[in-house]
């Protein structure tokens, strides 16, 4: 291992963006990695450090623009210029108050909030960083819809949509279990179960959609939840099978005899590890049309059912439809032999410097 450092700063909220910090330090082995889930920290070996990573800095002590701060004392220390890159996960930067997170398209109030409590600090950490990566068009179009005349051709030239690496997607593969003697269909939530993630809209479907023709309909949460007054009144349709291993996800679902997938997150996601899992897995999947579920899932595909209107009323008839797929096509395996292997995209060959 190189006694070059590179420092990554990242929440440590166990979700998607440590998975993505993880996964690079896995792909990047000739360096020493070190991680911090606190500003501000001390960095010891500082003229061995030659790149600070930013990930995210948002914590509950609400102390995320100390990382400007942070940066500029380091650089100060330093014997040499230290490149410092940003990784934008998802809109934080914009909104770092949640409940934004989810009227984010064309929002005076979502656009207000940007200019009146994190225009001047983001156009800060822009100077201070020298590369900008962003996983998907959407997400970049998003920051240059709010920062508009801020975003200047300087910013732009540090900006480079960089897909994160991921386990290979087969989009064309398809897996359909055969449905049992019982009748019974198996639809399945996966994910951490909140209403951020499309936790309130399952619930409903569940209340609405027990039978279809002669068909029961039984329902799944594979995830992590908060236990309610609601699993009483639910646990004779649905299985609650808590939190789940990503290396075990695909077949845990098959084992389970889940014949749809749901994908409904309110919130606009910018990428989703979980999805990856659900696309790969062959199975049919029911997902509202925004953010990453609409640049990454596409109706093209025979066993993708997107939900497109914006107040999520078709959620039952884009699931009936899903049901009469699954009917028609119960039995089918054209799949791909699933794989586990860590694929590296050809942007981040050089995403890192060089060994010095």
């Not at 623009?65 to 930067?93: C, F, G, P, R």
């Amino acid at each position: 291992m190189s006694n070059n450092i590179i420092i990554h700063i990242c929440s440590d909220n166990k979700g998607g963006t440590e998975k993505y910090v993880h996964d690079l330090i896995n792909l990047f082995p000739n360096y020493k990695h070190i991680v911090h889930h606190n500003i501000p920290f001390i960095v010891n070996n500082i003229n061995e450090v030659i790149l600070i990573h930013i990930h995210a800095t948002f914590f509950e002590s609400n102390i995320e623009w100390e990382v400007l701060d942070m940066l500029s004392h380091i650089q100060k220390n330093a014997s040499k210029k230290i490149q410092v890159y940003l990784t934008i996960h998802d809109y934080q930067w914009l909104f770092d108050n949640k409940a934004l997170y989810t009227i984010i398209d064309n929002n005076e109030d979502a656009l207000k909030y940007y200019q009146t409590y994190n225009k001047s600090n983001i156009i800060q950490l822009f100077d201070k960083v020298d590369r900008i990566f962003i996983p998907t068009q959407r997400v970049f179009d998003i920051y240059k819809y709010y920062m508009n005349n801020d975003l200047t051709l300087t910013y732009m030239n540090k900006m480079h949509i960089v897909p994160h690496s991921d386990i290979f997607i087969r989009n064309e593969q398809l897996y359909i279990p055969q449905i049992q003697t019982n009748n019974v269909i198996h639809i399945a939530f996966v994910g951490q179960f909140n209403e951020y993630k499309g936790g309130k809209l399952f619930l409903d479907l569940i209340y609405n959609l027990l039978t279809y023709k002669n068909y029961k309909i039984e329902y799944h949460i594979f995830g992590k939840h908060s236990p309610s007054e609601n699993d009483d009144n639910l646990k004779h349709y649905v299985h609650f099978h808590g939190k789940y291993k990503n290396s075990n996800l695909i077949q845990d679902l098959y084992d389970n005899n889940i014949h749809i997938l749901t994908s409904l997150s309110i919130f606009d996601e910018t990428y989703c590890y979980a999805l990856s899992l659900l696309i790969n897995s062959g199975l049919p999947i029911v997902y509202l049309n925004r953010g990453a579920l609409m640049t990454r899932l596409s109706s093209n595909y025979p066993r993708m059912f997107p939900i497109e209107d914006i107040l999520y009323k078709n959620i039952e008839s884009a699931v009936i439809k899903a049901i009469e797929y699954v009917i028609n096509n119960q039995g089918r395996k054209d799949l791909i032999t699933i794989s586990n292997e860590l694929i590296l995209n050809n942007e981040y060959k050089n995403l890192y410097l060089p060994e010095q």
